[in-house]
C-alpha cells in the first residue's frame, strides 16, 4: 500500500553543521551563519518550490545552541529535534578570494545508541506521515553507519512510503538491499564507488541500470557541467539542462534532489519531477546561497529543460 503525499516531505538529516561562511562586499567583509549540510540544503530548495517539509535531525553541545533556532527558524519546516548530549558538527569558509578556503572543519560526535534509537523512531513515524522521503547522509561516516539507511529505507518503504535515497558507497549499497523510489547520485561518486569506469555515458547507461535492477524505481545522475542522464519507466533519457553562468557549483545536486521531492509530494509524475529537479539544480549554481532559487525562476526553466530517450533499459 502506497501512503498518498499531501504536499510535504520527510527529510532524515542526522547531522546537520553549524556553517560560518566570511563573503566579501564591496570593501567590507561579511560574515553569514547559517545550517548547513545536505539535508538542510535540500530542505531550503523544496520549501522554496512550494512543498512543506518534516526535518528529522539531531543536535547538542554548544554548537547545537546556536544551530537549533536557526534550523527551527526555517521557512515552511516542522522541526523534529533530538537533542544530544555532545557537539554537532561545523566548519568556517573563507570566500573574500572568491574561491571557497575551508579554515576548520569538525564533523560532530557519533550518535550515542540512545540519540539514534530516539531519531529512527521519530524518522519512521514522520516518514511514514508524510509518505515521501530524503535520505541525506552525514558529513563525515564517523556520525552514523550505513546499517541505519538500510534499516530505515526498508521499513518506510515496507510500509507504503516512497524512499529517494542521494547517497553514495556503503551508505547507497545499504539503502539497495532494501530498494528504493529514486537514487539520485553524480557521476563523480559513480566512477569513486567503481560503479563506472569514468564518465562516458556508455559507463553511466550501464551503471544507471545496474541500480534500476538492485532495486531503484528511477535513478538521476548528474554530470557537473552536462546534461543529467535519467532512467525512468524502464527507459533511459538525456536531460539537457539550460545554459547559465554559475556563481557556487556546490548545492547543486542538492537541489536536483529537492526539486525531485517537491514535484511528487505536489502530485508531479516522475518525469515532471525529474525536469523540475535538473532546472532547480541549474538555478541554484547562479546563486552562491546553497540550496535556494526562487520558485518562478525555477518554472520557467522547468519549460527549457529537455528529455530525450536514448536507450531502452531491458
Known amino acids: 500500500m502506497r501512503i498518498m503525499s499531501d504536499g510535504r516531505v520527510m527529510v532524515f538529516a542526522p547531522a546537520p553543521q553549524l556553517t560560518v561562511t566570511i563573503e566579501q562586499h564591496h570593501d567590507e567583509p561579511e560574515l553569514h551563519v547559517h545550517p548547513g549540510g545536505q539535508g538542510i540544503w535540500q530542505t531550503r530548495m523544496i520549501t522554496s518550490l512550494g512543498a512543506k517539509v518534516t526535518l528529522c535531525t539531531a543536535a547538542g553541545g554548544e554548537v547545537g545552541r546556536v544551530l537549533v533556532p536557526l534550523m527551527a527558524d526555517l521557512p515552511g519546516v516542522t522541526l523534529r529535534l533530538v537533542n544530544r548530549e555532545h557537539g554537532s558538527g561545523w566548519y568556517v569558509h573563507d570566500r573574500r578570494s572568491g574561491t571557497r578556503e575551508e579554515i576548520a572543519e569538525r564533523p560532530g560526535t557519533p550518535l ?186 525555477v518554472r520557467v526553466l522547468t519549460e527549457r529543460v529537455r528529455l530525450t530517450p536514448i536507450k531502452k533499459a531491458s
Open 112 to 297: 550515542s545508541r540512545h540519540e539514534l534509537d530516539e531519531l529512527y523512531n521519530l524518522t519512521l513515524a514522520e516518514g511514514l506521515t508524510a509518505g515521501i522521503a530524503i535520505l541525506s547522509g552525514p558529513a563525515h561516516p564517523s556520525v552514523i553507519k550505513p546499517e541505519v539507511y538500510g534499516r530505515l529505507s526498508a521499513d518506510l518503504k515496507a510500509n507504503g512510503c516512497r524512499v529517494i535515497a542521494d547517497l553514495c558507497g556503503r551508505y547507497l549499497a545499504a539503502v539497495m538491499e532494501a530498494g528504493c523510489t529514486v537514487v539520485k547520485i553524480s557521476h563523480e561518486e559513480l566512477i569513486k564507488d567503481g560503479a563506472a569506469a569514468d564518465g562516458s555515458t556508455r559507463e553511466l547507461m550501464n551503471a544507471l541500470v545496474k541500480l534500476n535492477t538492485d532495486g531503484a524505481d528511477a535513478v538521476l545522475v548528474s554530470r557537473a557541467g552536462e546534461g543529467a542522464l535519467a532512467l525512468i519507466d524502464d527507459e533511459i533519457y538525456t536531460v539537457t539542462l539550460p545554459k547559465l553562468t554559475a556563481a557556487e557549483h556546490r548545492g547543486a545536486g542538492d537541489s536536483m534532489t529537492a526539486g525531485v521531492a517537491a514535484t511528487l509530494a505536489n502530485g508531479g509524475s516522475m518525469t515532471d519531477a525529474v525536469r523540475t529537479g535538473a532546472a532547480a539544480g541549474a538555478l541554484n549554481v547562479t546563486r552562491h546561497g546553497l540550496g535556494t532559487g526562487h520558485v518562478d525562476a
